[in-house]
């Protein structure tokens, strides 16, 4: 779907001090911003006032349910007869994008005025502008056998509650520790006792390489090195890796093995930081979460354990987090690569989408990444 007149007109806003290396540069936040008031100038002057019945505009909802949680958002829209509806079409396919990406879910349900619905439906439906997400969604969830569901409810009240489930993470490093953070570019390991870093080092690695075994080989003989610099009896492991991380550790969807066969990689990969931590010290704590949500947790510590804080971590990739006002995380999937920042059509587009986006995808792995930082020939 290739980004509509009413879309370009309404969404594409530059920041009043434009970015000097991407002078188009159009932000997400910009887009919202203006499409808003122009939603609430339409409701209060345009077609609806004429009749009567000017006031709050007419709402688009949606819920995306997941297994410990679901997602809620209501979008302002344009009346269906209105010559910008197309606008608020797009936007909410925007919108939903980032939100599947930030907590995931099993199923969309839609509820508002038809045409608007009916139309978003068809952008999250097989072979529409979003057959990315759909198909990613049920592997990102851990099921893989169970396809996305998109509907329309009738009433708001058919729509599940919004829920989450903050998950508390331990926030001390006392004891004899071992940590690694697997990237797309390197494994690193660290040995820390009683909160002081004994051994600190980065192993280069391919992500590419289709056989589990040569990751998890590599990936431990990391962690037996730093464990020989520990000098001592491991006491508890903590891991981050890109991607879905389930709550007892499961490599649910990870994208540091993108090339191992969905068969192989629901045998040999789901297990695997379980599998690495008993061969390496037994039945010892174990915890591994995204990599960006490390960040997270990383910032509450450093602010005395204040919350609200959202952290942004930059290799070959990008990765965010956010703890809440407790400094706990949320039990959101944060895979933040993927949302938009840029509405600009021109925009660079992701490797991993294949094409899926066209050049509407401007994704924070392009905006924010390392990539980002390197020369664009």
């Not at 540069?25 to 339409?42: C, D, G, H, Q, W």
């Not at 505009?57 to 269906?80: I, N, Q």
């Not at 990406?101 to 439906?125: D, H, N, T, Y």
């Amino acid at each position: 779907m290739s980004m509509p007149e009413a879309a370009m007109k309404i969404l594409l806003a530059r920041p009043a001090v434009p970015a000097p290396l991407d002078p188009n540069f159009s932000p997400l936040i910009l887009a919202k911003r203006n499409y808003l008031k122009a939603v609430a100038a339409a409701s209060s002057k345009g077609v609806l006032s004429a009749i009567g019945m000017g006031g709050s505009p007419a709402c688009l909802e949606w819920a995306l349910p997941r297994s410990d949680g679901c997602a809620r958002y209501k979008l302002p829209v344009f009346p269906e007869d209105h010559a910008d509806i197309e606008a608020s079409i797009y936007l909410a396919g925007v919108l939903i994008q980032e939100m599947l990406w930030q907590r995931s879910a099993s199923e969309l349900i839609l509820c508002g005025p038809a045409k608007v619905a009916e139309a978003v439906k068809q952008m999250f439906s097989p072979k529409g502008m979003y057959d990315f997400e759909i198909h990613q969604m049920p592997h990102v969830c851990g099921t893989p056998d169970v396809p996305f569901k998109v509907t329309v409810a009738k009433n708001p009240s058919e729509l599940p509650a919004a829920k989450d489930a903050p998950q508390e993470c331990g926030k001390n490093a006392n004891g004899s520790r071992l940590a690694f953070d697997l990237g797309k570019s390197d494994i690193k390991t660290v040995a820390v006792k009683d909160g002081e870093v004994l051994y600190s080092k980065e192993t280069e690695w391919d992500v590419t390489n289709p056989d589990p075994e040569y990751h998890y080989k590599a990936i431990m003989d990391a962690l037996k090195i730093a464990k020989e610099k520990l000098g001592s009896e491991v006491e508890a492991i903590g891991g981050s890796a890109t991607g879905t991380v389930g709550a007892n550790n499961e490599a649910t969807w990870c994208d540091i093995f993108p090339n191992v066969p969905p068969d192989v990689y629901k045998a040999k990969v789901v297990d695997i930081f379980q599998r690495m931590a008993k061969d390496l010290a037994g039945d010892v704590p174990l915890k591994v979460i995204n990599d960006g949500e490390v960040t997270a947790l990383a910032a509450v510590q450093k602010l005395g354990g204040k919350g609200n804080v959202m952290g942004i971590s930059m290799g070959s990739s990008e990765g965010g987090g956010y703890a809440n006002a407790e400094g706990n995380l949320m039990g959101w999937i944060n895979e933040l690569c993927y949302i938009r920042l840029d509405l600009n059509p021109e925009a660079p587009t992701d490797p991993w989408t294949k094409g899926a986006h066209g050049a509407y995808l401007t994704c924070t792995w392009v905006s924010v990444g390392l990539r980002s930082l390197r020369p664009r020939w």
